[in-house]
């Protein structure tokens, strides 16, 4: 699953009522910055975070907005991205769209 921070607070809250959506929001930032989870993106006006860091695309289902990992080897796309002109790349994500199984 590729919680929202607010589906991270709806679950935090359960054990600890008095926390707070910003301390949540924080630490969330906090941790991808340490590179303990990963911002996949924003999809629905929501961000999705992810606990695999390492390196993977992913799928946002056009019909019922869910997140799924996509594992496979895209290294073609970054080699090509690579060789353009004047640009260094540090960091890319992969992201697919289309309607997942359970939609369709």
Not at 27 to 47: I, K
Not at 81 to 89: D, L, N, P, Y
Request: glycine share 8%; aromatic share 10%; charged share 20%.
């Amino acid at each position: 699953m590729h919680a929202t921070a607010e589906q991270v607070y709806e679950h935090v809250v359960l054990t600890y009522p008095t926390i707070s959506k910003a301390t949540v929001y924080r630490n969330l930032r906090q941790m991808v910055d340490a590179g303990e989870l990963l911002s996949v993106g924003t999809f629905n006006g929501s961000t999705h975070y992810d606990h695999r860091c390492h390196e993977h695309s992913h799928f946002v289902c056009e019909s019922c907005g869910g997140v799924f990992d996509v594992d496979g080897n895209y290294s073609d796309i970054l080699a090509r991205a690579t060789g353009t002109k004047g640009i260094e790349i540090k960091n890319y994500q992969l992201t697919f769209s289309g309607i997942c199984d359970k939609c369709k």
